[in-house]
């Protein structure tokens, strides 16, 4: 029970950041732009948030000390940590804007802006952590205080599953959720951006403006891909090291497994995590197969998730259906 | 009385020739790959701006060393000259599998994983079977092509993207040559009394005759080997293969239009397959180029090595075209060798900002080439004003005056 405590726990740690990436790379793909730079963003939300938390650790730690009641200790992070994850999402979405700006406006090949913005962040994020803590210098730790609640070690079941890996990019992730399938579904502006994927000729011509809806497809994902760069690198446990790992590129797979609806990409999500994280625990789960005849058996638990990805995909792929206008520049002219 | 005319002949021939290249010279400032040209070196002069700005923000006294150091350092001595070819033989191979998948409408991002098991096939082919270079380089196309060819096979027959295919499969690859390279002691540094358990062996070691040939330079530099000419010969034959003939019009025309081309009997579903298998090939050559160069050792570890995805930044650069791959995997091998030298004073990543910058820069392509085209037009369109002027001046006064008198 406890080892499916902490399972489910993990699974829900590595499934905050897909379900938020993927979501972001869903608003971006409904409008009709791909967004190859989700890998970019997510470092670059990552390094902000991380940043800002090293900056007020020290103003945490004194406020701690002086005010040794929990609830106010408790208020008092957690603003904090509310405050990074609106940086992050700012800052995604500046970011997002350039590869914006290049396939919109100018109307360029997106694998172009996508692939300059995803060389440009990490290398980015590795001078500024040079130039903040000095050379050679190329994690920063989260500090202590950003979690949640804490387990103790004797933890039960549930209090494994609720206390362990839990941040407060959980609970907003579990919002946006919730936000996504609303605005997708029941608001003007999903209507306006789905259609903006699928035919932005036709929602041109009754008066839909598609470059100010795309730049907010765009920037949307921009944000959520923030804020899950953040939650990637809490999940990560071991704090901020100028890279998520591959990722963006997930949450895209992600995406598409999700067939481009907002249900489906968290059930995706969530599937991926599990293997994921089960891969990650092989050891201590007692019927899963040890290959002890085999060396480094643990790569063959980390190949799981990716296969079974494949595996759903080919049979449920026939009925995958891409938004139709995805990947164009809308030109006016061409109407 | 032969010779005479045969030279007479040659003479004139050679003549026109000149005269043909004088001509061409001449024109060249009118022509659109000037431009396109001038287009990139302008973006590689504001990306190199923009990270000397970045080192100037970042340590100000140093940044005009570094930047010194960025753009000299891959000629600053002999060695390096060849590391940088040595370095740039795989990227022009990993940037033609995305630039060649890229003519046919296809993203390749699998590169990185082609690459990795292309790697690994070259290296069990020449310490586990001892076979010569040769066989091994294509053992790796082999490799690389099965490899490339699952995600065409993915996208053909079972409508999934390739993106997602080739993203799950270089993960696949990566953990399967790890575990196959764990479990084959033949194939690990340790058995041989090495220290690292994760290391494969030295190839040279163990099969001399895995090495590329260095035509007897060795002696310059270890990195000196053929792999920087077999990769400009594949290049030029992929240009022939995409450019002038049948096979490689039918694949660009499926990526152009894939309903189109059905329509005109193309087989488009094998020509997914086959394009990707190719672009894998390549990049699996690629993997044995860095491998099978004798310096490098590959490593069990848990992240894709770099130079997969490093093929899209090569491929943006040299706009998909094969010749244009050429340049700009020497240019970013060039780059990345003078990165290298700036530590510690500057962390080599500058220099992947300098490349992001530029890239970044070639979506504005098409209105910097406009500007430029515009300067170049005006400037001609001032020259004939000027000379009209010139000429006109002498002669037309009277007509002019003339068709003033028919007008009234």
Redesign the interface.
């Known amino acids: 029970m406890n080892v499916l405590g902490d399972l489910l726990s993990s699974m829900i740690a590595f499934a905050v950041p897909l379900i938020l990436v993927a979501l972001g790379a869903m608003y971006s793909e409904r409008s009709g732009t791909i967004n190859i730079a989700l890998e970019g963003i997510m470092i670059i939300g990552g390094l902000v948030a991380s940043l800002f938390f090293k900056i007020m650790s020290p103003t945490v730690t004194e406020f701690f000390a002086s005010n040794p009641n929990p609830i106010s200790q408790f208020f008092m992070s957690q603003s904090i940590v509310l405050v990074g994850i609106l940086l992050a999402a700012i800052v995604g979405a500046i970011y997002s804007f350039f590869l914006a700006f290049a396939s919109i406006r100018l109307k360029a090949d997106q694998t172009i802006g996508g692939t300059a913005l995803n060389m440009l962040a990490p290398a980015l994020a590795i001078v500024i952590t040079w130039a903040v803590q000095g050379q050679g210098q190329t994690a920063i730790l989260t500090p202590a205080w950003v979690p949640l609640a804490s387990a103790p070690v004797d933890a039960n079941f549930f209090e494994r599953l609720f206390l362990k890996n839990m941040y407060l990019t959980t609970i907003i992730c579990i919002i946006i959720i919730v936000a996504t399938i609303i605005i997708i579904y029941r608001t003007k502006f999903g209507l306006r951006l789905r259609s903006c994927g699928e035919n932005p000729a036709a929602a041109d011509s009754v008066g839909i403006n598609v470059y100010r809806i795309r730049y907010t497809g765009v920037m949307i994902s921009g944000a959520l891909a923030g804020i899950g760069g953040l939650a990637f690198t809490l999940a990560a446990g071991s704090g901020f090291a100028s890279t998520v790992a591959g990722y963006g590129f997930l949450a895209l797979a992600v995406m598409i497994f999700g067939n481009w609806q907002p249900v489906k990409i968290v059930l995706a999500a969530l599937l991926f995590a599990f293997f994921k994280s089960l891969s990650g625990m092989s050891g201590s789960i007692p019927f899963l197969p040890s290959f002890t005849n085999v060396k480094e058996s643990v790569y063959i638990y980390l190949m799981i998730p990716y296969i079974v990805t494949m595996i759903i995909l080919a049979i449920t792929s026939k009925k995958s259906r891409a938004p139709k206008a995805e990947g164009i520049p809308y030109d006016k002219g061409s109407r | 009385m032969k010779t005479k005319e045969f030279l007479a002949r040659v003479g004139s021939s050679l003549q026109l020739f000149f005269a043909k290249l004088w001509s061409k010279i001449k024109n060249l400032n009118k022509s659109k790959s000037f431009i396109s040209i001038n287009a990139s070196v302008f973006s590689i002069i504001i990306g190199i701006l923009i990270g000397l700005i970045?080192m100037l923000i970042?340590k100000p006294g140093d940044a005009f060393y570094g930047l010194g150091i960025m753009l000299t350092g891959g000629a600053s001595s002999v060695s390096n000259i060849f590391q940088v070819l040595y370095t740039a033989a795989p990227l022009l191979m990993t940037g033609l599998a995305v630039g060649f998948a890229f003519k046919t409408g296809l993203?390749n991002?699998g590169a990185a994983g082609q690459y990795v098991v292309g790697a690994f096939c070259a290296i069990f082919g020449a310490i586990v079977l001892k076979l010569p270079w040769y066989v091994d380089i294509m053992l790796a196309a082999l490799g690389g092509a099965i490899w490339g060819a699952i995600p065409g096979i993915?996208k053909a027959f079972?409508?999934?993207?390739e993106?997602?295919?080739s993203?799950?499969?270089?993960?696949?690859g990566l953990?399967?040559v790890?575990?196959i390279i764990?479990?084959t002691p033949a194939m690990l540094s340790s058995t041989y009394g090495g220290a690292d358990q994760s290391r494969t062996v030295d190839i040279v070691a163990v099969n001399p005759g895995a090495k590329l040939p260095s035509l007897g330079l060795e002696g310059l530099s270890p990195y000196m080997n053929i792999g920087i000419f077999l990769a400009i010969g594949i290049a030029i034959i992929i240009y022939i293969v995409l450019n002038k003939t049948t096979f490689g019009y039918e694949l660009k025309a499926c990526g152009l239009n894939r309903e189109s081309s059905k329509y005109a009997g193309i087989n488009a579903k094998r020509n997914i397959v086959l394009s990707m298998a190719i672009a894998g090939a390549l990049a699996g050559i690629g993997g044995a180029l860095t491998y099978l160069a004798g310096t490098a050792t590959m490593l069990?570890g848990?992240?894709?090595p770099p130079m997969g995805f490093n093929g899209?930044?090569v491929a943006?650069l040299g706009t998909s075209n094969p010749i244009g791959i050429i340049f700009s995997s020497i240019f970013i091998a060039y780059i990345q060798i003078g990165g290298n030298a700036m530590q510690?004073e500057?962390?080599t990543?500058?220099?992947?900002?300098v490349?992001?910058?530029i890239?970044?820069l070639?979506?504005?392509?098409?209105?910097i080439k406009q500007l430029i085209g515009k300067i170049l037009m005006d400037r001609k369109h001032r020259k004939e004003k000027q000379t009209n002027i010139e000429n006109g001046a002498a002669v037309k006064p009277e007509s002019i005056v003339n068709t003033k008198k028919e007008g009234e």
């Open positions: 970045l970042v993203f991002i993915f079972l409508n999934v993207n993106v997602i295919t993203i799950m499969f270089n993960w696949i953990f399967m790890n575990l764990a479990n069990i848990k992240t894709i899209i930044p943006l510690p500057f962390a990543e500058v220099v992947d900002i490349i992001s910058v890239i970044y070639s979506a504005f392509s098409l209105v």
